[in-house]
Nanobody, 127 residues
Framework: QVQLVESGGGSVQAGGSLRLSCQAF????????ITWFRQAPGKEREGVAA????????LYADSVKGRFTISQDNAKNTVYLQMVSLKPEDTAMYYC????????????????????WGQGTQVTVSS
């Protein structure tokens, strides 16, 4: 059974940093697209960064380019989201999700592309 477990959320002041982790269990970790999403109250779920575990290729939403970095540790079946220069508008519940195969260039940020989700970790950025 596929399971994703997020951790690393918390509360920081604007300009601060956090690193989120998403550890995968129960499936063949290689050759999958793993994506970080976020959802703020009253807003739609937004894809922020994706990585294809087969070759480390990455995709980012424009809103986080230059501030967020997605990476992986194959030995730990874990994907990370390093977030720097955080802004109050980054406040949201952050989820990781995965689907078999490469990240789709056009639809990678759509929640409908993913079958498996973690439970989420809260990030709060105060001004």
């Amino acid at each position: 059974q596929v399971q994703l477990v997020e951790s690393g959320g918390g509360s920081v002041q604007a300009g601060g940093s956090l690193r989120l982790s998403c550890q995968a269990f129960g499936y063949l970790y290689s050759s999958n697209c793993i994506t970080w999403f976020r959802q703020a109250p009253g807003k739609e779920r937004e894809g922020v960064a994706a990585i294809y575990t087969g070759d480390d290729s990455t995709l980012y939403a424009d809103s986080v380019k230059g501030r967020f970095t997605i990476s992986q540790d194959n030995a730990k079946n874990t994907v990370y989201l390093q977030m720097v220069s955080l802004k109050p508008e980054d406040t949201a519940m952050y989820y990781c999700a995965t689907e078999y195969g490469r990240c789709e260039i056009v639809t990678w940020s759509s929640e409908y592309d993913y079958s498996y989700w973690g439970q989420g970790t809260q990030v709060t950025v105060s001004s």
